[in-house]
């Protein structure tokens, strides 16, 4: 049985990079929200495109001015109204200034701004009341960007923040990475869709939904398969239409020792080599990862049945193996912090155990609330509005409440 730290670095191993041409496809920029950007972006545009106002007041030059106060203000000639889009039409003599508004264009001849509240104006002049700092309020061309640089590079995540900058930039198409396809299904004869009545014996397959939707939330396209019986010839026909259609396929349950032997069995037939079988987690011991080297570059998870299990070892491996999937450089790994435990929290020690709850920062602090109720591998119904996993390791069978605890963020 592998440990967590192991069977993460195998996995993250596995995952196939999406490459260049193939997995690349050109979205308008509304398109790319979330996207995967999949080649640099370069601007032929300054940022800023000139020298620009910071501040409503006037343009003036610094030597004129550099020794205003209120006993004994400068007095400048106003020669032009400059507003935001308009292009000056005069170069500033000494004793001018030019009445100016927040992102208009400098004038030629100035090199200064004097912010309107330092000022007072009687008609045609203007009374320069204190002195400014040299080149005060001035956005210089070029100061934020230069024009032929690299602006954003490839395998970044488009976020409000980089469609605003690609917008500014005038990019209105761009290169993104394909949507990685993960094809997700549930076996298990026992299994019925939410829309079936229940019989005696029977459970409401909640798997495939929390999936597909933790796969659209982490930027991926989910294929969803259904259910599938618990009988080798249906299993292996859908093992193998979803590793022929899918980037990586998620499979839950069908993990007894029976139905675990004919798995495997039929992911060796289809060319799979596995390499992890279970790992030291709970809940989530029997996990089956493996790949198809020879015929196809999809990545196989078997994820285990309980509902909880089976999220916990979602956002624990899987949700990394798509991030880094995706065509991220960077930021595809859990997301743990350091939290004060609100509550006593207890496991067997024997695995590295995750316990689900809510994290607060408080006073610039996190503090961790486990959720009440069972914390069984079962029990979907405490897991709602969680966003968060206390993590105890191996050997530790308890953490007292106030005490420190690594916590993994989930939402």
């Known amino acids: 049985m592998l440990s967590v730290s192991e069977a993460e670095a195998i996995i993250l191993n596995l995952v196939p990079p999406l490459v260049g041409q193939r997995d690349m496809e050109i979205v308008d920029l509304l398109a790319a929200d979330h996207r995967i950007l999949a080649t640099p972006v370069t601007s032929q545009l300054d940022f800023p495109h000139w020298d620009n106002s910071a501040m409503d007041g006037y343009a003036v030059r610094y030597e004129d001015v550099q020794h205003s106060n209120d006993a004994q203000p400068t007095i400048l000639e106003i020669v032009e109204e400059i507003a935001a889009g308009y292009q000056p039409q005069s170069t500033l003599q000494p004793g001018q200034a030019a009445r100016i508004f927040t992102g208009a264009v400098m004038p030629a001849g100035a090199d200064t701004v004097v912010m309107q509240e330092k000022t007072r104006r009687e008609e045609n002049r203007v009374f320069i009341l204190a002195a400014p700092q040299p080149q005060e309020f001035v956005r210089h061309q070029a100061a934020f960007y230069q024009a032929g640089k690299q602006l954003l590079p490839a395998g970044i ?15 209105a198409q761009l290169s993104v990475y394909r949507r990685p396809r993960v094809a997700i299904f549930s076996s298990g004869n026992e299994l019925v869709t939410p829309d079936k009545p229940l019989q005696p014996g029977q459970i409401v397959d909640s798997n495939q939904y929390a999936l597909a939707a933790l796969v659209r939330e982490t930027g991926a396209e989910p294929l969803l398969l259904g259910i599938v019986k618990d009988n080798p010839e249906a299993l292996r026909e859908a093992i193998a239409y979803a590793i022929a259609n899918a980037d990586l ?28 079988r279970s790992v030291a987690i709970s809940p989530g011991k029997p996990i089956t990862v493996a790949n198809f080297p020879l015929h196809h570059s999809a990545l196989y998870f078997g994820l285990p049945g309980n509902p909880v299990s089976a999220l916990v070892t979602f956002w624990r491996f899987v949700q ?7 065509g991220l450089t960077a930021g595809w790994e859990p997301v743990f912090v350091k939290a004060r435990s609100h509550d006593e929290l207890r496991s067997n020690g024997k695995r590295e155990t995750y316990l689900w709850g809510r994290l607060h920062l408080i006073d610039g602090v996190y503090e961790f609330h486990k959720a009440g109720g069972s914390h069984s591998s079962g029990n979907l119904i405490n897991l709602a509005q969680t966003n968060a996993l206390a993590v105890l390791p191996v050997g530790k069978t308890a953490i007292s409440p106030q005490v420190e605890v690594q916590v993994l963020q989930i939402i």
Do not use: M, R
């Open 157 to 171: 995540k488009l976020n409000p923040p980089e469609i605003a900058v690609l917008a500014a930039a005038q990019c």
């Open 320 to 326: 990394p193996a798509i991030k880094k999937l995706s």
């Open 249 to 276: 396929v998620l499979s839950t349950g069908g993990v007894s020792v029976g139905d675990y032997d004919y798995i495997e069995q039929i992911l060796a037939s289809l060319g799979a080599k596995i390499h992890i």
